[in-house]
């Protein structure tokens, strides 16, 4: 059994039951019956069902499509980083893939370090040096996401808890007292994107005054003489980001999401295989 609130790996229900046939159902747990919501109920019997038949749509619109592409990620070099981080002066930073940077800080092991005012000049100094070496030195045309309150207040992000990291890391970044910022410089987006047939165009400056409720960038790939396009909020690109998604894979998940044969008004939510090989 899994619970929910000391785990924080699934956000539905209190607790995972595993049952010997390889079932995982989602149980609420009520010290009185009296308390039971029937929607709450409908809740997680809708999201068991289509989590365990793979096919269906969540309660929150979603329908999860899983393609055969493996998950591949950047996530060693985001764990060598934080680990020099928290080890040895509180800020570490480096280019973990091209076009990809990470710059980590540890508010724990700055403190004795830094005054406030040190750090956040450091920290800065540190992001302008990596964006550098990505290519992305252009304060106007860059994409910069910081993971501080993003795994707590969104539900489309996977909790620190099961990053493959270090205990005390990720207990870390669970209470903020750690953070990293990944850059990336959005022309390899766009030519990774061109490498997998799929044409994209960003749709809003990416100069730190993003709005994250509208539309960021804009794909479209080709089938005969049709053009499919759609648009990825910002919640797409995070994924890509804060995951640390390797760029290439990423890349060809756009595009079978693209050629993918969805009726009108679906909402997919790409599933990679193999996931749990990456996931602790």
Known sequence: MLHHDLTNVIR?????VL????????????????????????????????????????????????????????LAGLRDILGLAHARTGI??????????????????????????EFATRFSAELARVRRRTGADDPG????????????????????????????????LIADGMFFAVCMNPNKIIDSLAKAAVEASWLQRLDGTEDPSKPLLNVAARSGNRLWSTSLNFAAIA???????DLRTWSRQVAAMLNGDFPAGTRPWPCFAREFRVWA
């Open 239 to 245: 994924e890509l980001m804060l995951e640390l998604i």
């Open 92 to 117: 570490a930073g480096g280019v973990v893939s091209s076009g990809r940077a990470v710059v980590a800080a540890s508010q724990f092991t700055a403190a004795g370090r830094y005054t406030a005012e």
């Open 19 to 74: 049952d010997r046939d390889g079932w995982a159902w989602l149980r609420e747990i009520k010290t009185n019956q009296r308390y039971r919501v029937p929607a709450q109920e409908r809740l997680l019997a809708d999201t068991s069902q289509v989590l365990a038949d793979e096919t269906g749509e969540l309660p929150s619109g979603h329908v999860p499509v899983r393609t055969t592409i493996d998950y591949r990620t950047d």
């Open 141 to 172: 045309h860059t994409l910069t996401l910081m993971s501080i309150d993003q795994a707590g207040r969104t539900l489309v992000r996977p909790p620190w808890a099961i990053y493959p990291i270090e205990a005390e890391v990720a207990a870390s």
């Open 12 to 16: 539905v229900g209190d607790v995972t």
